[in-house]
Protein backbone atom coordinates (compact mmCIF):
# COMPACT_ATOMS: atom_id res chain seq x y z
CA UNK A 1 0.00 0.00 0.00
CA UNK A 2 1.41 3.43 -0.86
CA UNK A 3 0.56 6.49 1.60
CA UNK A 4 0.51 9.75 0.50
CA UNK A 5 2.97 12.09 0.90
CA UNK A 6 3.06 14.74 3.64
CA UNK A 7 0.39 16.12 5.88
CA UNK A 8 -1.42 18.92 3.79
CA UNK A 9 -3.02 22.72 5.47
CA UNK A 10 -5.41 23.25 2.76
CA UNK A 11 -7.19 25.12 4.51
CA UNK A 12 -7.34 28.59 6.56
CA UNK A 13 -9.77 30.38 8.52
CA UNK A 14 -9.39 34.19 9.70
CA UNK A 15 -12.21 35.93 11.94
CA UNK A 16 -11.54 39.58 13.21
CA UNK A 17 -11.74 39.34 16.72
CA UNK A 18 -14.20 42.36 17.22
CA UNK A 19 -14.83 44.60 19.83
CA UNK A 20 -17.77 46.96 21.16
CA UNK A 21 -17.26 50.94 21.37
CA UNK A 22 -18.40 52.53 24.88
CA UNK A 23 -21.42 53.37 23.34
CA UNK A 24 -22.60 49.65 23.56
CA UNK A 25 -22.65 49.81 27.43
CA UNK A 26 -25.16 47.54 28.50
CA UNK A 27 -28.24 49.28 29.52
CA UNK A 28 -28.35 49.51 33.40
CA UNK A 29 -24.51 49.69 33.85
CA UNK A 30 -24.77 52.32 36.37
CA UNK A 31 -22.28 54.38 34.76
CA UNK A 32 -22.13 57.45 36.93
CA UNK A 33 -20.53 61.25 35.77
CA UNK A 34 -16.81 61.67 37.28
CA UNK A 35 -16.35 65.33 39.49
CA UNK A 36 -15.89 67.72 36.83
CA UNK A 37 -12.41 68.15 35.45
CA UNK A 38 -11.37 64.84 36.28
CA UNK A 39 -10.36 62.16 33.39
CA UNK A 40 -12.42 58.92 33.68
CA UNK A 41 -13.04 56.51 30.77
CA UNK A 42 -15.37 54.39 28.76
CA UNK A 43 -14.01 50.63 28.16
CA UNK A 44 -15.45 48.06 25.08
CA UNK A 45 -14.09 44.94 24.12
CA UNK A 46 -13.24 41.77 26.41
CA UNK A 47 -10.13 39.84 27.41
CA UNK A 48 -10.54 36.38 26.50
CA UNK A 49 -9.14 33.05 25.43
CA UNK A 50 -12.29 31.32 23.53
CA UNK A 51 -13.00 30.79 20.13
CA UNK A 52 -14.41 34.32 19.49
CA UNK A 53 -14.56 38.07 20.77
CA UNK A 54 -17.63 39.64 20.17
CA UNK A 55 -19.38 42.66 21.51
CA UNK A 56 -18.50 42.17 25.23
CA UNK A 57 -18.20 44.69 27.65
CA UNK A 58 -14.64 44.74 29.63
CA UNK A 59 -14.70 42.33 32.68
CA UNK A 60 -15.20 44.80 35.93
CA UNK A 61 -12.88 42.51 37.41
CA UNK A 62 -9.81 43.47 35.18
CA UNK A 63 -7.28 46.44 34.82
CA UNK A 64 -5.51 48.47 32.27
CA UNK A 65 -2.96 51.17 32.36
CA UNK A 66 -3.22 54.68 30.94
CA UNK A 67 -0.11 57.16 30.18
CA UNK A 68 -1.05 60.38 29.10
CA UNK A 69 0.30 63.55 27.34
CA UNK A 70 -0.34 67.31 25.77
CA UNK A 71 0.04 66.97 22.82
CA UNK A 72 1.47 70.33 22.01
CA UNK A 73 4.82 69.83 23.96
CA UNK A 74 4.57 66.49 25.69
CA UNK A 75 3.87 67.39 28.76
CA UNK A 76 2.61 64.31 30.74
CA UNK A 77 -1.00 64.33 32.15
CA UNK A 78 -1.19 60.85 33.40
CA UNK A 79 2.13 58.88 34.09
CA UNK A 80 1.21 55.20 33.86
CA UNK A 81 -1.70 55.29 36.21
CA UNK A 82 -3.85 51.96 36.95
CA UNK A 83 -7.24 52.16 35.65
CA UNK A 84 -9.79 49.90 36.91
CA UNK A 85 -13.87 49.95 37.89
CA UNK A 86 -14.62 52.17 40.76
CA UNK A 87 -17.12 51.73 43.42
CA UNK A 88 -19.21 54.79 41.62
CA UNK A 89 -19.16 52.73 38.03
CA UNK A 90 -16.90 55.19 36.63
CA UNK A 91 -13.51 53.70 35.20
CA UNK A 92 -11.03 55.58 36.40
CA UNK A 93 -7.26 55.97 38.77
CA UNK A 94 -7.19 55.71 42.11
CA UNK A 95 -5.48 59.22 42.19
CA UNK A 96 -7.73 61.57 40.42
CA UNK A 97 -5.43 63.23 37.42
CA UNK A 98 -7.63 66.67 35.46
CA UNK A 99 -7.76 67.93 31.82
CA UNK A 100 -5.27 70.44 31.22
CA UNK A 101 -7.17 73.76 32.29
CA UNK A 102 -6.77 75.16 28.74
CA UNK A 103 -8.73 72.61 26.69
CA UNK A 104 -5.68 71.51 25.31
CA UNK A 105 -5.77 68.57 23.22
CA UNK A 106 -4.31 64.99 25.46
CA UNK A 107 -2.58 61.77 23.85
CA UNK A 108 -3.70 58.55 25.61
CA UNK A 109 -2.28 55.51 25.02
CA UNK A 110 -3.93 52.70 26.96
CA UNK A 111 -2.57 49.33 27.43
CA UNK A 112 -3.67 45.75 28.94
CA UNK A 113 -2.17 43.43 30.58
CA UNK A 114 -1.35 46.73 33.30
CA UNK A 115 2.06 45.56 33.88
CA UNK A 116 3.10 45.49 29.81
CA UNK A 117 6.43 47.06 29.33
CA UNK A 118 5.45 50.63 27.86
CA UNK A 119 8.27 52.50 26.81
CA UNK A 120 7.58 56.03 27.37
CA UNK A 121 9.61 58.00 25.25
CA UNK A 122 8.88 56.01 22.19
CA UNK A 123 5.45 55.02 23.13
CA UNK A 124 6.13 51.42 22.31
CA UNK A 125 5.25 48.43 24.15
CA UNK A 126 6.64 45.16 23.81
CA UNK A 127 6.04 41.33 24.64
CA UNK A 128 7.72 38.40 25.08
CA UNK A 129 5.17 35.44 24.46
CA UNK A 130 5.57 32.69 27.20
CA UNK A 131 5.84 28.88 26.30
CA UNK A 132 3.61 27.92 28.98
CA UNK A 133 0.32 28.50 27.19
CA UNK A 134 -1.77 29.51 30.28
CA UNK A 135 1.00 32.71 30.87
CA UNK A 136 0.39 34.05 27.18
CA UNK A 137 -2.16 37.25 27.35
CA UNK A 138 -4.10 39.10 24.85
CA UNK A 139 -2.35 41.86 24.74
CA UNK A 140 -4.43 45.07 23.40
CA UNK A 141 -4.32 48.52 22.94
CA UNK A 142 -5.88 51.87 22.49
CA UNK A 143 -4.79 55.23 21.18
CA UNK A 144 -6.69 58.48 21.03
CA UNK A 145 -6.47 62.02 21.40
CA UNK A 146 -8.64 64.32 23.07
CA UNK A 147 -9.82 67.37 25.23
CA UNK A 148 -11.87 67.83 28.06
CA UNK A 149 -14.60 69.01 25.49
CA UNK A 150 -14.34 66.25 22.92
CA UNK A 151 -14.49 63.60 24.97
CA UNK A 152 -18.20 64.23 26.11
CA UNK A 153 -20.04 61.66 24.72
CA UNK A 154 -23.87 60.71 23.99
CA UNK A 155 -25.47 57.49 24.27
CA UNK A 156 -27.04 55.50 27.64
CA UNK A 157 -25.41 55.59 30.93
CA UNK A 158 -22.10 56.80 29.77
CA UNK A 159 -19.97 59.17 31.39
CA UNK A 160 -19.79 62.69 30.92
CA UNK A 161 -16.29 64.42 29.72
CA UNK A 162 -14.88 60.26 29.94
CA UNK A 163 -12.95 58.87 27.15
CA UNK A 164 -13.80 56.21 24.96
CA UNK A 165 -11.41 53.65 24.84
CA UNK A 166 -11.95 50.69 22.26
CA UNK A 167 -9.06 48.15 22.66
CA UNK A 168 -7.85 46.65 19.83
CA UNK A 169 -5.87 43.11 19.80
CA UNK A 170 -2.48 43.32 19.59
CA UNK A 171 -1.48 39.62 18.66
CA UNK A 172 -2.56 36.61 16.40
CA UNK A 173 -5.02 33.64 17.64
CA UNK A 174 -3.50 30.22 16.22
CA UNK A 175 -5.85 27.20 16.21
CA UNK A 176 -5.78 23.55 14.63
CA UNK A 177 -8.57 21.17 13.18
CA UNK A 178 -7.69 17.53 12.01
CA UNK A 179 -9.16 15.30 9.48
CA UNK A 180 -8.10 12.52 7.44
CA UNK A 181 -6.83 12.52 3.69
CA UNK A 182 -9.75 11.10 1.27
CA UNK A 183 -6.53 9.00 -0.29
CA UNK A 184 -6.50 7.43 3.14
CA UNK A 185 -10.16 6.56 4.29
CA UNK A 186 -9.20 3.73 6.35
CA UNK A 187 -7.00 5.50 8.10
CA UNK A 188 -7.63 5.94 12.31
CA UNK A 189 -5.42 9.45 13.72
CA UNK A 190 -4.93 10.03 17.47
CA UNK A 191 -3.10 13.45 17.85
CA UNK A 192 -1.20 13.96 21.54
CA UNK A 193 0.73 16.88 20.64
CA UNK A 194 0.67 19.74 18.38
CA UNK A 195 3.91 22.40 18.67
CA UNK A 196 5.04 25.05 15.78
CA UNK A 197 8.35 25.40 16.07
CA UNK A 198 10.61 28.48 15.31
CA UNK A 199 8.24 31.34 16.05
CA UNK A 200 9.45 34.87 17.06
CA UNK A 201 8.42 34.74 20.83
CA UNK A 202 8.66 38.45 21.19
CA UNK A 203 8.70 42.04 19.21
CA UNK A 204 7.77 46.05 19.71
CA UNK A 205 4.73 47.51 18.37
CA UNK A 206 5.38 51.39 18.06
CA UNK A 207 1.88 52.47 19.00
CA UNK A 208 2.56 56.15 16.87
CA UNK A 209 2.41 54.70 13.73
CA UNK A 210 -1.15 54.63 12.09
CA UNK A 211 0.03 51.20 10.85
CA UNK A 212 1.11 49.08 13.87
CA UNK A 213 3.46 46.28 13.32
CA UNK A 214 5.39 44.47 15.66
CA UNK A 215 9.16 44.81 15.01
CA UNK A 216 12.38 44.19 16.69
CA UNK A 217 11.55 40.58 16.54
CA UNK A 218 12.96 37.73 18.65
CA UNK A 219 15.01 34.61 17.67
CA UNK A 220 12.83 31.49 17.16
CA UNK A 221 10.48 29.90 19.53
CA UNK A 222 8.65 27.10 20.05
CA UNK A 223 4.88 26.91 20.72
CA UNK A 224 2.79 23.88 21.76
CA UNK A 225 -1.22 24.34 21.53
CA UNK A 226 -3.61 23.20 23.91
CA UNK A 227 -5.37 20.26 23.01
CA UNK A 228 -8.95 19.17 22.87
CA UNK A 229 -8.74 16.22 25.29
CA UNK A 230 -12.78 15.55 23.76
CA UNK A 231 -11.39 15.50 20.12
CA UNK A 232 -10.97 11.57 20.49
CA UNK A 233 -10.07 9.74 17.05
CA UNK A 234 -10.20 11.05 13.08
CA UNK A 235 -11.27 9.06 10.43
CA UNK A 236 -12.56 9.80 7.51
CA UNK A 237 -16.21 8.72 7.82
CA UNK A 238 -18.66 9.24 10.49
CA UNK A 239 -19.98 6.11 12.37
CA UNK A 240 -22.37 5.42 9.54
CA UNK A 241 -19.51 4.61 7.33
CA UNK A 242 -20.53 6.69 4.65
CA UNK A 243 -20.95 10.48 5.43
CA UNK A 244 -17.22 12.28 5.41
CA UNK A 245 -16.66 13.18 8.52
CA UNK A 246 -16.05 17.30 9.40
CA UNK A 247 -12.89 18.54 10.36
CA UNK A 248 -12.51 17.63 13.97
CA UNK A 249 -11.62 20.87 16.39
CA UNK A 250 -8.14 19.71 17.81
CA UNK A 251 -7.41 22.50 19.75
CA UNK A 252 -9.29 23.47 23.19
CA UNK A 253 -11.59 26.27 23.98
CA UNK A 254 -8.97 27.78 26.39
CA UNK A 255 -5.85 26.13 23.90
CA UNK A 256 -5.36 28.53 20.99
CA UNK A 257 -1.83 30.00 21.14
CA UNK A 258 -1.65 33.97 21.36
CA UNK A 259 1.43 34.84 19.20
CA UNK A 260 3.33 37.97 17.99
CA UNK A 261 1.88 38.67 14.48
CA UNK A 262 4.88 37.89 11.59
CA UNK A 263 5.64 36.34 8.43
CA UNK A 264 7.15 32.85 8.78
CA UNK A 265 9.31 31.64 6.22
CA UNK A 266 8.67 27.20 6.02
CA UNK A 267 11.32 24.79 6.71
CA UNK A 268 13.62 23.77 3.76
CA UNK A 269 13.22 20.17 3.51
CA UNK A 270 17.01 19.61 2.63
CA UNK A 271 18.06 20.04 6.30
CA UNK A 272 17.64 17.99 9.15
CA UNK A 273 14.68 19.42 11.24
CA UNK A 274 16.29 19.69 14.17
CA UNK A 275 19.78 20.92 12.72
CA UNK A 276 21.14 23.93 14.01
CA UNK A 277 20.85 25.31 10.15
CA UNK A 278 17.35 25.20 10.14
CA UNK A 279 15.95 28.54 10.93
CA UNK A 280 12.14 28.13 8.71
CA UNK A 281 9.29 26.94 10.70
CA UNK A 282 7.19 23.26 10.94
CA UNK A 283 4.56 21.92 12.77
CA UNK A 284 5.43 19.09 14.90
CA UNK A 285 2.67 16.71 15.06
CA UNK A 286 2.81 13.88 17.53
CA UNK A 287 -0.12 11.21 16.82
CA UNK A 288 -0.55 7.78 16.38
CA UNK A 289 -1.66 6.30 12.59
CA UNK A 290 -3.03 3.59 11.67
CA UNK A 291 -5.07 1.01 9.23
CA UNK A 292 -7.20 -2.07 10.54
CA UNK A 293 -4.50 -4.31 10.34
CA UNK A 294 -1.48 -1.99 10.12
CA UNK A 295 0.29 0.56 12.09
CA UNK A 296 1.54 3.01 10.10
CA UNK A 297 3.09 5.90 11.93
CA UNK A 298 3.56 5.22 16.25
CA UNK A 299 1.49 2.55 18.13
CA UNK A 300 -1.20 2.84 20.65
CA UNK A 301 2.00 3.64 23.85
CA UNK A 302 4.30 5.07 21.71
CA UNK A 303 2.87 8.14 19.48
CA UNK A 304 5.47 9.24 17.40
CA UNK A 305 6.46 12.56 15.29
CA UNK A 306 5.74 13.70 11.95
CA UNK A 307 6.83 17.21 10.37
CA UNK A 308 5.39 19.63 8.35
CA UNK A 309 7.03 22.84 6.90
CA UNK A 310 4.86 25.26 7.51
CA UNK A 311 4.20 29.15 5.94
CA UNK A 312 1.35 31.73 6.64
CA UNK A 313 1.88 33.51 3.34
CA UNK A 314 2.97 36.45 1.90
CA UNK A 315 0.63 38.74 4.30
CA UNK A 316 1.62 36.47 7.67
CA UNK A 317 -0.28 36.57 10.88
CA UNK A 318 -2.36 40.03 10.75
CA UNK A 319 -2.79 41.52 14.48
CA UNK A 320 -6.49 40.76 16.02
CA UNK A 321 -7.18 37.50 13.97
CA UNK A 322 -7.79 34.36 14.70
CA UNK A 323 -6.41 31.69 12.13
CA UNK A 324 -7.71 28.12 12.19
CA UNK A 325 -5.47 25.19 10.14
CA UNK A 326 -6.63 22.64 9.76
CA UNK A 327 -4.19 19.19 9.68
CA UNK A 328 -5.45 16.56 6.73
CA UNK A 329 -3.42 13.68 7.28
CA UNK A 330 -1.46 11.53 5.14
CA UNK A 331 1.82 10.05 6.27
CA UNK A 332 4.06 13.15 7.16
CA UNK A 333 7.78 13.81 6.68
CA UNK A 334 10.40 12.18 9.01
CA UNK A 335 13.43 14.57 10.40
CA UNK A 336 15.14 14.45 7.20
CA UNK A 337 12.32 15.71 5.52
CA UNK A 338 11.80 12.26 3.62
CA UNK A 339 8.41 10.97 2.72
CA UNK A 340 7.30 7.58 5.04
CA UNK A 341 6.68 5.00 2.53
CA UNK A 342 5.67 2.13 2.68
CA UNK A 343 8.75 0.34 1.48
CA UNK A 344 10.67 1.43 3.84
CA UNK A 345 8.72 0.19 6.54
CA UNK A 346 9.21 -3.35 5.69
CA UNK A 347 12.57 -3.13 6.03
CA UNK A 348 12.32 -3.45 9.71
CA UNK A 349 11.98 -1.54 13.16
CA UNK A 350 15.60 -0.67 12.92
CA UNK A 351 14.52 1.81 10.12
CA UNK A 352 11.50 2.94 11.80
CA UNK A 353 13.83 4.12 14.59
CA UNK A 354 14.75 7.14 13.05
CA UNK A 355 11.01 9.16 12.53
CA UNK A 356 10.83 8.97 16.73
Not at 84 to 108: H, I, K, L, Q
Not at 159 to 188: E, M, R, Y
Request: include cysteine.
Amino acid sequence: MKHSSQILIPALAALVLTACSGADVPEGSGTIAAPDGVISYTVGTAVTRANTVNGSEFPADEQFRIYAYQTAGGAVVIPGAEVGRMPDGNWGTAVNYYWPEDGSDVDFYAVYPKDLSFDTAGKKISYSVPADISLQQDVMYETATYNKASSAVTGNAVAANAVPLTFHHALAQIAFKGKVSSDNKGWTVDVSRIEICHVNGSGTLDLTQAAKAWTDLSAPTDYTAGLNTAAGTLNFYEADNTTEAAATDLTASDGSLLLIPQTLTAWDTGVNVLDAANTGCYLAVTCWIRSASDDIRGTSTAHETVYVPFDNGTAGWLPGKRYVYTLNFGAGLDADGKNFRSEERRVGKECRSRWS
